[in-house]
């Protein structure tokens, strides 16, 4: 074919080749495989100690620069309860920077533990930073219902100025829940909902402006609930 040329070389010369281009890599994929000089670590670290994250990451890095396995690493520091997830790069020429993501916990859960975002018990060593979160109790198995029904009643509460201390689910499934001021509401079993609702309604028209008298209100009542006053306020009748 006019304008084509073809050329053609001994297979000794590309052999030859081949080789030379074999040994000029070793050194530059030696230097380029050399050990990592800064590790950077980037997150909130709100639950996570920085230090712990740091130490647990040298623990990982016993291979080179281009040998490092980011997947084990990824694995180990997501191993940690404190971490929901983690991302990793290397950064040129010898750098490895890590990007966590700390769990967000909602609620305490027994003694040891807490509920992330999609209702998972997560167990911890160390559950004194926890201790400013309201406290659920109830079934494991029931952990995902308890954290839908705490942030519904959470919200309904809210916009009284009141908040959640504790929400507890006992065997028969009777619902009790502790508000931060002391207040008790007992609940009952079924139509947590609707009588927290109605709680709503009482205490708009009648309970709001004598709340600090307050002392537990029973709301297993079809048609109204029960008040129990502080004992200030019998003294005071």
């Known amino acids: 074919m ?12 590309l052999a030859g080749i ?9 050194p530059i994929v030696g230097w380029l495989n050399k ?31 281009l040998q490092m396995d980011l997947a ?10 404190w971490v929901e997830r983690a991302a990793l790069s290397r950064r040129w020429p010898d750098q490895l920077h890590v990007r966590i993501y700390e769990e967000e916990p909602i609620a305490r859960w027994g003694q ?5 975002r999609s209702g998972q018990i997560i167990t911890v060593a160390d559950p004194s930073k926890l201790a400013s979160l309201p406290l659920l109790e109830g079934a494991d198995r029931d952990a995902g219902q308890m954290m839908e029904r705490y942030q519904d009643l ?28 002391g207040v ?4 009952g079993r079924d139509q947590v909902v609707e009588k927290m609702q109605r709680f709503a309604t009482v205490f708009d028209q009648r309970l709001s402006e004598h709340w600090n008298k307050v ?7 079809h048609n109204g609930v029960a008040v129990d006053w502080k004992e200030q306020q019998d003294a005071e009748q």
């Open 2 to 13: 006019a304008g084509v040329r073809r050329w053609l070389l001994p297979l000794g010369v």
């Open 18 to 26: 081949g080789v030379a281009v074999v040994y000029a890599a070793d």
């Open 35 to 65: 050990p990592v000089a800064e590790v950077s670590v980037e997150g909130a670290f709100r639950y996570l100690d920085r230090e712990q994250a740091e130490s647990l990451l040298s623990e990982q890095l016993g291979e080179g620069f």
């Open 72 to 81: 084990a690493i990824k694995s180990a520091v997501e191993a940690n309860p």
């Open 112 to 116: 040891d533990g807490f509920l992330n």
């Open 154 to 181: 959470a919200q309904l509460l809210r916009y009284r100025g009141l908040t959640i201390r504790s929400l507890r689910s006992d065997k028969k499934n009777a619902w009790q829940l502790t508000l931060a001021d």
């Open 184 to 187: 008790t509401l007992v609940l």
């Open 215 to 221: 002392e537990r209100v029973d709301l297993r009542y």
